[in-house]
């Protein structure tokens, strides 16, 4: 039996259809996950609404929003929490990186706008006080 | 002879007449060919605007101008809505006008102008990460033809025109940098007046390109202004017999609009244009004034 599955390994070792499911093992998934992980604005969850009420202000902003420069570099980031939304999750990175340069900064992307219309935000610049996340 | 020159006046002050909207940019929330334009954070929006043309004359082909013998005013009313496909970046409009047409005496005559479709889609969006990198928006537009003409109205004194009389295909770009205290941009539409037949003769006013430079700022947050030009140019009209010599027409427009934001229930926004006024040929001059009402729908 052991030497069967040993047989069997030692087959699909050989067979270059193995490489590119040991790519996506070894190295696509892996670099998809962390990716995520090391995202600067994560996708916005219930479950980060607890951390989100440790902050002051709640800062919500898009890249295409000129007046959201003025409320960004108004803002604390030691202290707020800013909310990418009406935005792509790469773009709302982009610009809040290039405003921001302080490493730990709490940003969530709202992907369908939940979050936003929640707290009767449906235009932009916008900000709330954290006490108001539900 | 002389019957072929009337016409050419007419169609040419209808095709101008056809025109009454308009004016800035794209992406300040509205357009050349449509009154409305959606911002990234809307899914749809509403329109309603009421205009008033008045100091109409004619110009004929050496740019003079005569006081004109039929329509003395106009009001417009207009309502406009526009919506977000599911694809972000595709939008579409339909704008209906009712026109009331004023001659000297007083009398008028109400109907409905030309319905217009459009659809924009979005190329690029603006970042304030770099400014310099435009928006771009194509856009394409039909206008429907609805209602009497010069070519087929009953009153001397076209009340009854409502109508330009040709459906009409556009397809343009637009080009805005949004993201500095001073906007600027500028659109390029080009237009194919679709052929008709009128009194036994195939009539088609040519190829009409129109361009548009804006110039914008906000003041404070609340306020939006806007100015800046519209040249149009409309090649010469042909029909069975070919090509009418010197019936090409030229306007150019200047426009400035002052727009609220920000305000809880929309936004307002009062334009002023002169048309005409400077350079014209074969066509008309007016001035106009449009306070519209503009609601926007978050996603």
């Known amino acids: 039996m052991k030497a069967e599955f040993f047989n069997m390994l030692a087959f699909l070792k050989h067979k270059a259809f193995l490489s590119p499911i040991l790519y996506c093992f070894l190295f696509f998934i892996p670099q998809v996950?962390?990716?995520?992980?090391?995202?600067?604005?994560?996708?916005?969850?219930?479950?980060?609404?607890?951390?989100?009420?440790?902050?002051?202000?709640?800062?919500?902003?898009?890249?295409?929003?000129?007046?959201?420069?003025t409320s960004i570099q108004q803002s604390n980031p030691t202290t707020d929490t800013y909310i990418a939304v009406f935005d792509g999750q790469k773009k709302a990175e982009q610009a809040l990186s290039h405003l921001i340069t302080t490493k730990k900064v709490?940003?969530?992307?709202?992907?369908?706008?939940s979050f936003a219309k929640a707290l009767g935000v449906d235009k932009l610049p916008a900000t709330r006080k954290a006490s108001l996340v539900p | 002879m002389i019957n072929i020159f009337k016409w050419?006046?007419?169609g040419l002050a209808s095709i101008a007449f056809g025109q009454k909207w308009a004016y800035a940019c794209s992406s300040c929330g509205s357009g050349v060919v449509d009154p409305i334009i959606l911002q990234a954070n809307e899914s749809h929006k509403f329109y309603l605007g009421t205009s008033w043309q008045d100091r109409i004359r004619d110009s004929d082909a050496d740019g003079n101008l005569r006081r004109t013998a039929g329509v003395h005013r106009r009001s417009i009313t207009t309502l406009?809505?526009?919506?977000?496909?599911?694809?972000?970046?595709?939008?579409?409009?339909?704008?209906?006008?009712?026109?009331?047409?004023?001659?000297?005496?007083?009398?008028?005559r109400t109907g409905l102008a030309d319905p217009l479709a459009t659809i924009r889609y979005e190329l690029l969006r603006q970042s304030f990460?770099?400014?310099?990198?435009?928006a771009i928006q194509f856009v394409g537009s039909y206008k429907g033809k609805s209602g009497k003409s010069v070519h087929n109205t009953k009153h001397s004194?076209?009340?009854?025109?409502?109508?330009?009389?040709?459906?009409?295909?556009?397809?343009?770009?637009d080009i805005w940098f949004g993201m500095w205290p001073v906007k600027f941009g500028s659109s390029f539409f080009f237009t194919r007046t679709l052929p008709e037949s009128k009194h036994n003769n195939t009539v088609r006013p040519?190829?009409?390109?129109?361009?548009?430079?804006s110039l914008g700022s906000n003041w404070?947050?609340?306020?939006?202004?806007?100015?800046?030009?519209?040249?149009?140019?409309?090649?010469?009209?042909?029909?069975?017999?070919?090509?009418?010599?010197?019936?090409?027409?030229?306007?150019?427009?200047?426009?400035?609009?002052?727009?609220?934001?920000?305000?809880?229930?929309g936004q307002i926004r009062f334009t002023a244009s002169e048309e005409g006024s400077w350079y014209r040929k074969n066509s008309s001059s007016s001035r106009v004034l449009t306070l519209a009402l503009i609601k926007g729908i978050s996603k």
């Open chain 1, 33 to 69: 996950l962390l990716a995520a992980d090391d995202s600067l604005c994560q996708e916005l969850k219930s479950s980060h609404y607890s951390e989100m009420k440790k902050s002051k202000t709640i800062v919500f902003f898009a890249s295409w929003c000129q007046s959201c420069m």
């Open chain 2, 80 to 108: 406009s809505y526009a919506l977000r496909f599911p694809v972000d970046s595709l939008t579409a409009s339909l704008t209906v006008s009712n026109q009331s047409n004023i001659d000297k005496d007083g009398h008028q």
């Open chain 2, 220 to 265: 404070r947050e609340h306020l939006k202004l806007n100015t800046g030009f519209i040249h149009r140019e409309q090649k010469s009209l042909s029909d069975d017999t070919g090509q009418i010599s010197n019936s090409d027409s030229h306007t150019l427009i200047f426009y400035a609009s002052l727009e609220s934001l920000s305000l809880p229930w």
């Open chain 1, 106 to 113: 709490r940003c969530y992307w709202d992907k369908d706008h």
């Open chain 2, 129 to 134: 990460v770099d400014p310099a990198i435009p």
């Open chain 2, 157 to 173: 004194r076209l009340l009854d025109v409502f109508s330009s009389g040709f459906a009409e295909v556009s397809i343009g770009s």
């Open chain 2, 206 to 213: 040519g190829d009409r390109m129109t361009s548009i430079l």
């Open chain 2, 8 to 10: 050419v006046l007419c």
